[in-house]
């Protein structure tokens, strides 16, 4: 998104929890995650105008990024989703709850998967 401290305010007048801001340099995006119950959503915001977060939106404006799910073991993962033919983005690397990578999106139908492992 283009202003994450306006996206976060509107979640917490929606009564949510909202966490602080953090900048995740190796992404290069400020981080703000919603807290549901059992979700998260996490909120981007591209730290200058050639991170692939700002193409995305610059591409397709805001909206959905992609999609994170928790694994135990990043690793292992990786080696399941390779052996199942799909396409990993490039080496895991810090992210902003833990180490992370990605599943690209032409091989799992248009959905662009993080993976994250929490340390």
Known sequence: MKNIDEAARKFRELGLRVSDPIVVEEQGVKVVMVMLSNTKIELLEPLGPETTVAKFIEKRGEGIHHIAIEVDDINKF?????????????????????????IHPKSLHGILLELVQHE
């Open 78 to 102: 990786i080696n399941i989703a390779k052996n199942a033919g799909l396409t990993i983005t490039g080496e895991p690397s810090r992210g902003a709850e833990g180490i992370v990578t990605f």
